[in-house]
């Protein structure tokens, strides 16, 4: 294993610490349940940083790989690219407005 991707794995580990304890409320509507959550969403964001991976098919490509990735960001099911790029590019206009 890469040390980059150890020093990755290292940091997801600390952010599922920080959030362990921490349940989504969810919205009113009864509708689909989102395939990631806004800390996943962070996780893959903190991995977009450092592995300057400046496209979604690079970051979906490179997450859909590594299962250590793939599993410490807590998606069981793979997640399509286009949904993924639907909701990262929507949670980092919030986080950045």
Not at 5 to 10: E, Q, R, S, V
Not at 25 to 37: A, E, I, L, Q, T
Not at 39 to 48: D, G, H, R, S, Y
Not at 69 to 86: F, H
Request: glycine share 2%; charged share 35%; with cysteine.
């Amino acid at each position: 294993m890469k040390k980059e991707t150890k020093k990755i794995i290292k940091i997801l580990k600390l952010i599922n610490s920080i959030f362990s304890n921490y349940e989504e409320v969810s919205p009113d509507n009864r509708g689909r349940k989102p395939k990631c959550n806004e800390i996943t969403l962070f996780k893959i964001f903190i991995i977009m940083k450092l592995t300057n991976t400046t496209t979604i098919k690079g970051i979906w490509r490179l997450i859909m790989q590594n299962k250590h990735y793939k599993k410490l960001c807590k998606l069981e099911d793979d997640i399509s690219r286009s949904t993924l790029s639907r909701a990262l590019s929507d949670k980092i206009d919030q986080w950045f407005d």
